[in-house]
């Protein structure tokens, strides 16, 4: 269970998106814990409400369909959010985005099927503008 850094949801592949979504609806479903996403709960509902929505608005663009929010819609009800630009600003941060980039590299290299070398090359052009090619 991982929360992709921000920067990496418009390249990351759509096993990967989708992933993502059904990830988010067993936070919102069962308020899981995970050594890999516990730090969300340290951080108010507006950063959790705030990468929700940087997720259905990437899904939205790539035309692909939801069945359903209503996980979403229990677990944030209707509270007021404020947006926050950077969510998890501690977490996510550019040591995040390495080990990120670094678990995308090796699904890549591995053959994952929806991972295509043009992704890949968007995905190391934009690493590259934080890190030096490893």
Known sequence: MRLW???LLSILPK???LAQWRELNSIFAKE???ILIN???DYS???LFSYTQLVLSEMRERNITIRTVDKMERYFGDEPFEKIEHPFHNHHNDEYLEICYF???EKFIRGQKDFDAARYEVLKRM???VAPDK
């Open 5 to 7: 850094h921000q920067n």
């Open 103 to 105: 678990n995308l590299k």
């Open 39 to 41: 730090y969300i709960y």
């Open 45 to 47: 509902k507006d950063d």
């Open 32 to 34: 899981d814990r995970h």
């Open 15 to 17: 096993s990967q998106l």
């Open 127 to 129: 690493y590259g503008m």
